[in-house]
């Protein structure tokens, strides 16, 4: 295909070079024409098979494997983000109304705030230790203790949508497992709510309305225990000494020195604690929530639990903090019936626990649920459902694998299995099957050592 | 300069010369990738892969972050592929366990020794373990987990009404029964290591509960060991492979269903075991497609073929769906809704609605991915909503998250009763000892 081939249609003269035209005949013109199309053509044809070799021309290929993924991964996506947004617009702050009524001018504080708002979690109920105990005698089928020990209701949940970042639905999910093991080895009954029954209260102080809702519908239930989703139990065996707790109400984690002396707003956890079901939980329920409500009351009052509380980063009121300033502010009132339990981990803080389970392995057992074996490891910070954590998202699912495995461990020694390793989904025979099953199973110890 | 080295002529031809090799050149080129992009090259990829790898690097995946997240293991694959158990040859018989065949004795010994466990909670009603599970890793399909979530919460709610223990498994006890016959081993191991529990119920992780006050009629399978969805005609005389379904079932604790476990687990080791068994249960099954051998395929054969030593104690439930094909029954709940009430469990408000089919967790399921998380929303509202009743509030439709109130709060919350007494009902109260 040399220059020879391709046509020099040139009627200009400009160059002085005689014109192809009077040089070339006819015939051989049309000729060289019809070679320019032939080579076109199959230019044409060569470009086109190369096409459909590498992107493939719709139709032309046919489905094959790959295109149907990327098609079904489109859809998923899409799907995904139909079903995150919410058609219904956000709730609107209760005091907006009132906020543009008066000049904007006006400086509310959050005294008048909560007067404005006046927000209550329900008709004020002041004999529920009567009415319980009276629903209980007419009711010996739904008694309050069962085989002796009181009856708890573990209540945990998460929101209703998928989460942004999908792994983030899996360690719920594996953090679910986890909780239906601990309980059915305890006889503890589970809710897992998905619902946010109160418009106002959501986010952290969405467990306000839930457990007051909980306890006043089931009066067989002596305990209930709050726990949060993002915490793992990884002690089996461990089982809570209610006895200790017979004169008080509240039991949660903490620590009484960070509380009195200091104020810190970490003095106590409201990631795992229990409630007695009795008035006097109504009455903290009801003295705890008007820091609660979304908008202007919930900012007003983060101001003033930051300025109370020591280490408090400025942010809205939440109910951990709050708490905290309501039992330190009100001590006379409260504090006789708060335990403030720290001999075993009712709440352990993850970061200084997961790098330590293989030498606990080693070292301890099952059955002491404090820092030799600890009982739940809270992973504060880390998110996973969100997109935004404090700590790197790596180093919170790894440890997050790990603590869930550990506490699996101590499961799947009942069937005679355990994880390959900490890290590890797959798991391996630790003890060989037998004819003889229960014989095994009459010596076998949850609180034993475990060997990996 | 050149022309004066080697000379005109020799110039021209060496000059056309270079012109013949960049046309063979050029057209060598363009062979080479034209023969990559149909037939591809191997190793060195297609342009389609090429293709792909290009857009999911410019364009973030919510798949990606899953990948990247998935690989908690430091260890290099090679340990992966050392684990796989050599595929089972024909002739080699596969055991679940050593041979237990006192079982009977054995569990009626231990309960004997521990009253504070027994395996009756009241006179009629036994204790059930609802058995269930997923994959210990994420799901492919980016919102496949979080429809796992939703699917052992509403179990979670069903079982804490009815006094029901649920086992959630995420292990694979078994390598060689991977998949579908991943249950034969589990249920084995936990019918041997809980002898307290009278019966265990299997139920897929595809399945929900939309009946939250049909308690099951434990007396009518007081004579049976294994209770199934389906229908006696369509297994004994039409040996249809889904003339019964393994999604859903209760088995029994006891030595008969040990023997049937070990009988029907022959057909399901990976490998040239369960295909040739496919090809057999293809053959005499009808309207059994062209794949392995599945469990439910392999139950229905067992039936057929040893129906003299099984069938006495199987029975085959259709007055309400244990198991209910979601196919027929997810546009139908508004209508239901109106017309019915819950605790009925069969075609008016069925009991389960099973979605076979859907495979939310995987990337690729039988039916439009849409309709399934859509309708699995739906079906999850059906039954949560008779949940919430129960403290007063319901969802805003079928197809919303949000909740509204239609209950108000009172100051006497005890005397108030909901509407489907599924706070205290009947089928939960425990056995009031005289003391």
């Excluded at chain 1, 391709?6 to 049309?30: E, H």
């Excluded at chain 1, 459909?52 to 021309?57: E, K, L, Q, Y």
């Excluded at chain 2, 992966?80 to 055991?95: A, C, I, M």
């Excluded at chain 2, 088995?251 to 476990?261: A, M, Y």
Aim: aromatic residues 10%.
């Amino acid at each position: 295909m040399g220059h020879e081939g391709v046509g020099f249609k040139s009627g200009s003269t400009r160059s002085g070079l005689p014109t192809t035209r009077s040089r070339v005949p006819r015939g051989r013109q049309i000729q060289k024409t019809f070679n320019n199309v032939k080579i076109t053509v199959l230019c044409g044809f060569v470009t086109l098979l190369v096409l459909r070799g590498t992107i493939g021309v719709g139709n032309l290929t046919g489905s094959t494997l790959e295109s149907e993924d990327q098609r079904v991964v489109e859809d998923i996506d899409r799907i995904l983000r139909e079903i995150r947004t919410d058609s219904e617009p956000e709730p609107q702050d209760p005091l907006s109304s009132l906020y543009f009524a008066n000049s904007t001018a006006h400086n509310w504080t959050y005294a008048e705030a909560v007067e404005a708002v006046n927000y209550s979690l329900g008709p004020k109920i002041s004999d529920w230790d009567q009415q319980r105990q009276v629903w209980l005698s007419q009711n010996p089928n739904f008694p309050n203790r069962l085989l002796g020990k009181h009856r708890i209701l573990l209540v945990t949940g998460s929101p209703p949508n998928p989460c942004d970042n999908a792994i983030g639905d899996h360690y719920l999910l594996k953090s679910t497992k986890n909780k239906i093991d601990y309980c059915r080895l305890h006889g503890i009954e589970i809710v897992y709510n998905m619902a946010h029954l109160d418009k106002e209260l959501a986010g952290y102080w969405a467990k306000l309305p839930l457990i007051r809702k909980l306890m006043l519908s089931h009066p067989e239930i002596e305990w209930i225990w709050w726990m949060d989703s993002d915490a793992f139990f990884t002690d089996m065996a461990f089982e809570l000494p209610l006895e200790k707790y017979k004169n008080h109400n509240l039991i949660i984690h903490g620590y009484p020195d960070l509380l009195f002396e200091q104020h810190s707003w970490i003095a106590l956890n409201t990631g795992s604690f229990l409630f007695r079901n009795c008035q006097w939980s109504l009455d903290l329920l009801d003295a705890w929530a008007p820091m609660g409500p979304k908008g202007i009351v919930r900012e007003l009052a983060g101001k003033i639990l930051t300025a109370n509380l020591k280490g408090r980063p400025a942010f809205e009121a939440d109910d951990q903090s709050a708490l905290i300033y309501l039992l330190t502010s009100q001590q006379d009132k409260w504090m006789s019936k708060v335990y403030v339990e720290n001999s075993y981990y009712l709440h352990g803080f993850w970061a200084g626990l997961v790098d330590k389970y293989e030498e606990m392995i080693e070292q301890n057992h099952p059955g002491l649920g404090d820092e030799r074996w600890p009982f739940v490891t809270h992973f504060v910070g880390c998110k996973p459902c969100g997109s935004y954590g404090d700590y790197p998202v790596e180093r919170c699912l790894s440890s997050m694998e790990r603590a869930f495995n550990f506490g699996d461990n101590q499961v799947l020694r009942l069937y005679g299995f355990a994880h390959k390793g900490l890290v590890s989904p797959k798991i391996k025979r630790v003890r060989d099957q037998t004819s003889d099953p229960l014989q095994v199973k009459e010596k076998l110890d949850m609180a034993a050592r475990i060997t990996m | 300069m050149l022309e004066r080295c080697i000379g005109e002529r020799r110039l021209r031809q060496i000059q056309r010369g270079v012109q013949n090799m960049k046309l063979t050149f050029l057209c060598l080129l363009l062979t080479l990738l034209v023969l990559r992009g149909t037939i591809g090259a191997g190793k060195y990829g297609t342009p389609q892969q090429d293709f792909i790898e290009l857009r999911q690097r410019f364009i973030s995946h919510p798949h990606r972050a899953l990948a990247e997240q998935n690989q908690p293991e430091p260890k290099p694959k090679k340990s992966d592929k050392d684990d796989e158990p050599p595929l089972r040859s024909l002739n080699d018989p596969y055991s679940l366990g050593p041979k237990i065949s006192d079982w009977d004795s054995q569990r009626a010994d231990w309960i004997h020794r521990h009253p504070e466990r027994p395996n009756f909670l009241t006179k009629t009603k036994p204790r059930v373990l609802l058995v269930t599970g997923s994959s210990p890793k994420p799901c492919e399909n980016p919102v496949g987990d979080h429809y796992l979530l939703k699917s052992i919460k509403n179990k979670i709610d069903y079982c804490r009404v009815h006094n029901i223990e649920i086992f959630y498994n995420m292990a694979l006890l078994d390598a060689e029964m991977a998949g579908f016959w991943a249950k034969l081993p589990l249920i084995r191991a936990l019918l041997l290591a809980h002898p307290e529990v009278e019966f265990l119920w299997w139920m897929d992780s595809d399945a929900m509960f939309t009946d939250m006050a049909f308690e099951l009629p434990w007396e009518r399978y007081a004579p049976y060991n294994l209770v199934m969805h389906g229908w006696d005609e369509m297994v004994y005389k039409d040996k249809n492979w889904i003339g019964l379904n393994t999604g859903s079932f209760l088995l029994r604790n006891c030595q008969w269903s040990l023997d049937l476990l070990d009988a029907w687990a022959p057909m399901g080791p990976k490998g040239p075991v369960r295909t040739e068994a496919g090809k057999i249960l293809t053959k005499t099954l009808k309207d059994r497609p062209v794949f392995e051998a599945d469990d439910q395929s392999a139950m229905v054969y067992l039936l057929v073929t040893q129906k003299e030593k099984w069938a006495n104690k199987v029975y085959l439930e259709s007055a309400y769906y244990l198991h209910g094909y979601w196919g027929i029954l997810v546009d139908r709940y508004e209508e239901m809704i109106e017309n019915y009430h819950p605790g009925l469990g069969d075609h008016r408000w069925p009991l389960v609605t099973h979605f076979v089919g859907c495979k939310p967790c995987g990337k690729f399921g039988d039916y439009p991915v849409e309709r399934c998380l859509k309708q699995m929303d739906r079906a999850f509202n059906f039954g949560d909503n008779q949940i919430l009743q129960m403290y007063g509030f319901t969802h805003k439709s079928l197809a919303s998250r949000r909740v509204r109130r239609v209950r108000n709060e009172t100051s006497n919350p005890l005397e108030v009763k909901d509407e489907l007494g599924l706070l205290h009902p009947d089928f939960k109260a425990v056995q009031h000892h005289a003391s």
